[in-house]
Structures are given as structure tokens and as C-alpha cells.
T-cell receptor, first 109, second 113 residues
């Protein structure tokens, strides 16, 4: 399965933007890039996904490098409720998502 | 809407006992899957199904059985529980052939003594 690499942890201040990086150098042409987040004691929650173009939704933006070997999840204004583990995942064929260990985001008030 | 419902939420077993974790979804999703999450770790795929009557193995299938007799239900069976199966189990579903959101249940915390 295709692998992703993320920093173990990151910190941000409330109301500031957060850029969460992800490397996926072995991505294939048809793999979608997904981001999920997991709050303590909850199941993962979908954030955003994309293939080649940058994507925006109400929760975040996804910036995908031109060669697709890396991507960045952007939270435009972090809130305390955004503190979670963020997973960058490649979707291989058949909707099969393989989770890594993710990035623990801490948001400071 | 109920979404993805998992039962039980908590369970304690003794080594060698069997049990079934239930998962039901009311969104008519064709794809369903089971993950386990050990403390401080990401999720690992156990088994998945792309439709009724079709199942396949994920990363860590040993010790677990699944079946998919209906679109709505995807139970996970532990035939002979082992302490190494102590974990939090998550069921998820999504419409197959549509790349998008994977909907997760709230999880089932299993302890094997």
C-alpha cells in the first residue's frame, strides 16, 4: 500500500492559520489524497479529499503539489475544537484507505 | 439519521471466548470496513466488503471473520479472543465507486483478559 509521512506533532495558536504537511512520494496517478481527523475518544471524521487540483470546503483547504508527491492541509483559523490527530491517507483502488499514525495538532489559546 | 451504528460500545472478554461486534448502516452504502486502533496508533484495516456477499482481507485479518449477507450489516467475529486483540474497533461505510467521505461509527472498546 502507498505510504504517507507526516510530522508526529504540531502546535498552533488559536485564530492563526495551520499548515499540516504530508509527503506521499510513492503516490500513483489514480490515488486520491484524503484527510481525516480524530478527536479524543471518537471515530475519525472526514475533512477533505482531492486528486490533482487544490480543493476548498467549509472545514479546510487542500493544497496539492504539482508532482503530487506532497500535500498540505490548511486550517485557515484554528480553534480549540480543531485540536485532534490529523491523518493524511492515500485511497488506493476499491475505496481502501490505509491510515498512518497522523499528526497530533495542539491549539494553544 | 442513525448513520453507522456499532454495538456493543464496551466489552470485556476472557482469553478463548468468542464474540461478534455488530455494525449497521442505514445509508445504503455498498462499501463497509472494519478497523482496529491500538493505543497511540493509527487505524489498521482488518476486513472490508464492497457489497453483499463480497468480503476481502485488509492489513491485519488474522483472528477475525466477517460476512456480508445484507447491505446494511457487516458483523466482525472473534472466534477465540486473545489479549493481542484488545483494541478499539471502528466500523466505516461509504458509497462504493464514489470517492468521498468514509463514515465511521463511534467505536467498540474491547478488552481481552
Amino acid at each position: 500500500d502507498a505510504k504517507t509521512t507526516q510530522p508526529n506533532s504540531m502546535e498552533s495558536n488559536e485564530e492563526e492559520p495551520v499548515h499540516l504537511p504530508c509527503n506521499h512520494s510513492t503516490i500513483s496517478g489514480t490515488d486520491y489524497i484524503h484527510w481525516y481527523r480524530q478527536l479524543p475518544s471518537q471515530g475519525p471524521e472526514y475533512v477533505i479529499h482531492g486528486l490533482t487540483s487544490n480543493v476548498n470546503n467549509r472545514m479546510a483547504s487542500l493544497a496539492i503539489a504539482e508532482d503530487r508527491k506532497s500535500s498540505t492541509l490548511i486550517l485557515h483559523r484554528a480553534t480549540l475544537r480543531d485540536a485532534a490527530v490529523y491523518y493524511c491517507i492515500l485511497e488506493t483502488s476499491g475505496s481502501r484507505l490505509t491510515f498512518g499514525e497522523g499528526t497530533q495538532l495542539t491549539v494553544n489559546p | 439519521n442513525a448513520g453507522v451504528t456499532q454495538t456493543p460500545k464496551f466489552q470485556v472478554l476472557k482469553t478463548g471466548q468468542s464474540m461478534t461486534l455488530q455494525c449497521a448502516q442505514d445509508m445504503n452504502h455498498e462499501y463497509m470496513s472494519w478497523y482496529r486502533q491500538d493505543p497511540g496508533m493509527g487505524l489498521r484495516l482488518i476486513h472490508y466488503s464492497v457489497g453483499a456477499g463480497i468480503t476481502d482481507q485488509g492489513e491485519v485479518p488474522n483472528g477475525y471473520n466477517v460476512s456480508r449477507s445484507t447491505t446494511e450489516d457487516f458483523p466482525l467475529r472473534l472466534l477465540s479472543a486473545a489479549p493481542s486483540q484488545t483494541s478499539v474497533y471502528f466500523c466505516a461505510s461509504t458509497p462504493y465507486l464514489v470517492t468521498g467521505e468514509l463514515f465511521f461509527g463511534e467505536g467498540s472498546r474491547l478488552t481481552v483478559l
